[in-house]
C-alpha cells in the first residue's frame, strides 16, 4: 500500500512530519492529549471519555497484538484520531481478529504514525493539552485548522455520547439505575457482578431514576468538562439522600459539583494505567488507570464530604465519601480495562453500601 504522507500541526505553531493511518481524512482536528498505557490501546481508543479529543501514546511501538471486538469499550469510538510513534506492520495474537490500522478505518477514526512522541510529549507537558490538528492537507491548512479548534472546555460532549433509550444489563442481586455520561462497557461487566443494570441517558431526571425502585444509583465516566453538564448536577442534587449513590470519573466530578464544589482544569490531565494514588485510611497505595482533564478543588468541599484518595504524583483529588449522605466517588477507574485491578474492591464497597448502609 502506498505511504500517505500527513503531518500533525499544534495550535502554537510545531510541526510533526508522519504517514497517515487508519481512515482517510484531509484534517482531523480536536485537542491532543498523551497517553502513558504500555497495553490496552484498543480500549483506550474505544473509550468515549475521549470525545473532542486526539490520543497521542507515548509507548514507541502500538498494534503489535491487533484488536478483538469483545475488548472495545463502546459501540463505536468517539476520538478524534489517534497519534503513534511505530504501528505495527504485522499483528501477533491468538485472539485478534484484525490489525489495528484495519480497525481505525473500518471504523472511520484516522491516525498518523512515524511521529516523534518524545517530543510530542514534552510539548504538551510542558505547555499543556492544546489543539491540534493533522492529515494529508498542507501545513498551512492544517495550522489553521488547529487555531480554530475549540478544545473541551465549556462544551457538553457527553450529549455526544451518551445512550439515546435506556437498556439494561447484566443479571445481579441489587438493581442500579447508571447514568450513562459515556460509560465503558468493562464498568458494566463490574457492576452486573453485583446487580442488574438500568443503563439511563445523561439527562434522565431524579424522579424518573427513584421511580425505578433502584438500590443504588451509579454515575459513570465521560468526556469533557463538568460544567458544562447542569442537568446532570440537579438530577445529583435530588438523588442525594434517597439512595446510596457511586461515581467514577467525570460521575466523581458531577457528585462534588452537586455539592457545592467547584473543578478546574488541570495542564495536560491525567492518561495512563500506573498512576499511583494513596487510600488515605489506610495508607495504602494502589496503582490505577486513569483518564481525565478536570478535577475537583477539595478546599471547596470542606465540610460537605471528606478526601479518601490522592494522587501521589501531583496530590490532586482522588477519591471522595459524601458526610451526610451514603455515596461515594473516585476520580481514577477501579474497572481499569485492561488493567491494573488493584482498585476493584471498591465495587464491593458499593455492594456493602447498598446492602445495609455500611463503608
Known amino acids: 500500500m502506498a ?25 482531523a482536528t480536536g485537542e491532543v492529549v498523551f497517553n502513558t498505557v504500555l497495553s490496552g490501546y484498543q480500549e483506550v481508543i474505544t473509550d468515549p471519555s475521549y470525545a473532542g479529543q486526539i490520543i497521542a501514546f507515548t509507548y514507541p511501538h502500538i498494534g503489535n497484538y491487533g484488536t478483538a471486538p469483545i475488548d472495545d469499550e463502546a459501540s463505536r469510538p468517539h476520538c478524534r484520531g489517534v497519534i503513534v510513534r511505530d504501528l505495527a506492520r504485522r499483528h501477533s495474537n491468538h485472539r485478534a481478529e484484525t490489525s489495528l490500522d484495519a480497525m481505525l478505518a473500518a471504523r472511520g477514526v484516522p491516525g498518523i504514525a512515524g511521529i516523534d512522541t518524545r517530543r510530542l510529549t514534552r510539548v504538551l507537558r510542558d505547555t499543556g493539552a492544546m489543539p491540534g490538528a493533522f492529515g494529508t492537507a498542507s501545513e498551512s491548512e492544517l495550522l ?8 473541551t472546555d465549556g462544551i457538553d460532549l457527553v ?25 465503558k462497557t468493562t464498568i458494566l461487566r463490574c457492576l452486573a457482578e453485583i446487580a442488574t443494570v438500568d443503563v439511563v441517558p445523561a439527562s434522565t431526571s431524579a424522579a424518573d431514576v427513584l421511580a425505578r425502585r433502584p438500590d443504588g444509583v451509579f454515575l459513570s465516566n465521560g ?12 438530577a445529583i442534587q435530588q438523588l442525594l439522600g434517597e439512595v446510596p449513590v457511586f461515581g467514577i ?3 466523581h466530578q458531577l457528585l462534588g459539583r452537586a455539592l457545592g464544589g467547584t473543578t478546574f482544569k488541570l495542564p495536560f490531565g491525567h492518561h495512563g494505567g500506573n498512576h499511583p494514588v494513596r487510600h488515605e485510611a489506610s495508607g495504602h497505595v494502589e496503582i490505577t488507570s486513569q483518564n481525565h482533564n478536570f478535577c475537583l478543588d477539595p478546599e471547596s468541599l470542606a465540610g460537605k464530604a471528606s478526601v479518601t484518595h490522592l494522587n501521589l504524583n501531583d496530590l490532586t ?3 471522595m465519601r459524601v458526610l451526610n449522605a451514603p455515596a461515594f466517588s473516585v476520580q481514577y477507574h477501579p474497572e481499569a480495562g485492561p488493567g491494573p485491578h488493584d482498585s476493584r474492591y471498591l465495587f464491593d464497597q458499593f455492594d456493602r453500601l447498598m446492602q445495609d448502609g455500611s463503608f
Do not use: K, M, Q, W
Not at 505511504?3 to 484534517?27: C, H, K, P, Q, Y
Not at 489553521?144 to 478544545?151: D, I, L, S, T
Not at 455526544?160 to 439505575?177: D, E, I, L, M, N
Open 3 to 27: 505511504i500517505r504522507e500527513a503531518a500533525l500541526v499544534l495550535a502554537d505553531g510545531s510541526v510533526f512530519e508522519g504517514e497517515a493511518i487508519g481512515a482517510e481524512s484531509t484534517i
Open 144 to 151: 489553521a485548522a488547529a487555531r480554530a479548534e475549540r478544545g
Open 159 to 183: 450529549a455526544t455520547v451518551t445512550t439515546a433509550r435506556p437498556y439494561s444489563f447484566g443479571s445481579g442481586r441489587h438493581r442500579v439505575v447508571a447514568y450513562d455520561f459515556g460509560i
Open 223 to 234: 468526556p469533557g468538562d463538568p460544567a458544562a453538564v447542569p442537568y446532570a448536577v440537579d
Open 249 to 251: 470519573c467525570l460521575g
Open 317 to 319: 483529588n482522588e477519591g
